[in-house]
């Protein structure tokens, strides 16, 4: 048996499609289950998950403290079977999802962690910039269509699509509850905080290119200013899960690497380069380059005083 989970806040909009693409699921070897965590949504979130609880194998869960690892966690004591799939409530499967993790799990047992294809789901198509200038995987997390069947680096298993042994977490293996969406501003990076913290325990992660979902990309994730925003949080994100061997060591002044600031001022010169010449592009990636360093510095200034873990 596998279990599927995802935490959702205020999903109303997305929940209802999502969960209807679920009944149209192939049945795996096994059988499977579903749980959706409430955390603390506002709207008719809880009302829309409980109007599938007849029509779907379904586990109803609520957690009141904001946090996705933190609500991921407390599903984790109503896993059932030997494979934890994690997604999300923008996330629309294919109808093989299950069936090709099954099979991916059960062929390759030296393996612990699996990962599979995420491929874009668009509100409104998007203009040409977001696709040639936009790196798909920190703003909206899709896999490279490049990407082959085969071993794969912890840092491109993707949190919309993801399973993991339901061993890994009776070992004791946690979500780290200080680092992913939680409210406005948060350090990105939850589920790939998880799975490099297992491959530093020797466990290793396989790409399943037959097990694809679609992400839910909105129009409003479209606007530059959205989408800067979201570097700034990548940038604190690589940070957090880089800072130990930062801090140790690189030259900081007031506990921020001194390399950073550097950074900025390459990456300033750009951006006017580019207004100079108007050459949109080249200011468009100094931006987002510069907004990722600037996050790296906020999330230091807040790491600021904390012990290096060994």
Not at 282 to 304: D, K, P, S
Request: proline share 7%.
């Amino acid at each position: 048996m596998l279990t599927v989970m995802f935490a959702t806040r205020n999903g109303m909009h997305t929940l209802p499609g999502v969960l209807s693409a679920y009944r149209q699921l192939e049945v795996p070897t096994g059988g499977w289950k579903l749980i959706v965590v409430d955390n603390a949504s506002t709207d008719a979130t809880g009302e829309i998950i409980k109007s599938f609880l007849d029509r779907l194998p379904l586990t109803y869960l609520y957690e009141e403290k904001p946090g996705k690892n933190l609500a991921l966690n407390t599903a984790l004591d109503q896993v059932e079977g030997d494979l934890v799939l994690l997604t999300d409530d923008d996330v629309f499967p294919r109808s093989n999802w299950l069936v090709c993790m099954r099979n991916a799990a059960d062929s390759l047992p030296a393996y612990s962690v699996f990962g599979g294809v995420v491929r874009p789901h668009w509100e409104v198509m998007p203009p040409n910039w977001i696709v040639e200038w936009v790196p798909g995987g920190p703003v909206f997390t899709l896999t490279p269509p490049s990407m082959p069947e085969g071993p794969m680096a912890p840092g491109s298993v993707y949190g919309p699509n993801m399973a993991v042994r339901t061993e890994i977490f009776r070992q004791g293996f946690r979500f780290d509850p200080t680092i992913g969406p939680r409210r406005a501003n948060y350090a990105m990076g939850s589920e790939t905080e998880f799975v490099v913290r297992l491959a530093k325990h020797g466990h290793s992660a396989w790409h399943v290119r037959d097990a694809e979902v679609e992400h839910f990309i909105r129009d409003f994730q479209l606007h530059r200013s959205w989408i800067l925003r979201r570097a700034i949080r990548f940038g604190r994100g690589h940070y957090r899960m880089t800072h130990t061997e930062q801090r140790r060591q690189l030259s900081t002044w007031r506990g921020i690497p001194r390399h950073l600031f550097k950074q900025l001022l390459v990456q300033t010169a750009l951006v006017l380069k580019g207004a100079a010449c108007f050459d949109d592009e080249t200011v468009f990636r100094a931006r987002w380059t510069f907004n990722v360093v600037w996050g790296q510095i906020i999330e230091a200034r807040n790491l600021r005083g904390q012990p290096v873990s060994a």
